[in-house]
């Protein structure tokens, strides 16, 4: 019965038009994270054959220049969440992702361990981020996507982003990270108390001239004024389990 179910994942290859399909690692997720985010690391360790076997599919179709936008950007954000679940159940147990690597950021931290073949690139986490996302993508919604595998961080979302629902995707990760009351405290406007995520990535919520403000109140339910008292809330690095 094991070997069945996974050669029924390893059946989800390419679909027919050419590009990676997240089938396994939509499956993985449907199955092991909650609706708000919090994951069972040791279901996952469970069926790691098919993680792996996601992640080899992933390794061996790097997005060719063909692929539509959002059939790229789907194909990082489930690149950089499923490999840093890896990279977590390979440690695991473990309080934090930080406890993984050093201090000194894009040197020696946990973002920066090179485990990660897709072609004939050898990269990190953070390369994922800042070169494949962030340097090619601008849209700020990614920063709700991507997940570190930490309490504050938005919610490893349960089921894997496709370029056929990437917007609406997109849009809802965003509104719930900003509904979420430990990782963003709107309850009073006028001294909004924010994720980090705000002022650590503040430029790239200012697109077209908007402001960082300006982009919460395009997605919150709560509107903040643009004179609002702003605070950061503390960023919880452990483990989201």
Not at 10 to 22: E, I, K, P
Not at 52 to 80: F, G, H, M, V
Not at 206 to 216: P, S
């Amino acid at each position: 019965m094991k070997l069945l179910a996974f050669l029924l994942f390893g059946a989800f290859t390419l679909n027919l038009s050419g590009q990676v399909s997240h089938k396994q690692w939509d499956q993985l997720v449907k199955k092991h994270v909650s609706e708000i985010g919090n994951v069972n690391y040791k279901g996952i360790i469970q069926d790691k054959e098919h993680l792996t076997s996601y992640l080899t599919l992933l390794s061996n179709n790097p997005p060719k220049s063909s692929w539509t936008k959002d059939e790229t950007l789907a194909y990082w954000i489930n690149a950089y969440n499923a490999f840093t679940v890896q990279l977590i159940i390979k440690h695991y147990p473990v309080e934090s992702i930080k406890d993984l690597g050093g201090s000194i950021y894009k040197v020696n931290t946990s973002w920066d361990i090179k485990f990660i073949k897709i072609g004939y690139e050898e990269l990190d986490l953070n390369n994922i981020e800042h070169q494949k996302i962030r340097g090619q993508f601008k849209e700020p919604r990614i920063h709700f996507a991507v997940n570190c595998a930490s309490v504050s961080c938005p919610r490893l979302r349960f089921e894997a982003y496709t370029a056929e629902k990437l917007d609406a995707q997109l849009t809802d990760q965003t509104k719930y990270f900003l509904s979420f009351k430990i990782k963003n405290d709107l309850s009073d406007p006028s001294q909004p108390k924010l994720s980090k995520l705000f002022s650590w990535y503040s430029g790239d919520f200012k697109l077209e001239g908007q402001t960082v403000i300006d982009f919460i109140n395009k997605y919150a339910s709560v509107k903040i004024p643009e004179n609002a008292n702003v605070d950061y809330l503390d960023y919880n690095w452990n483990l989201n389990e």
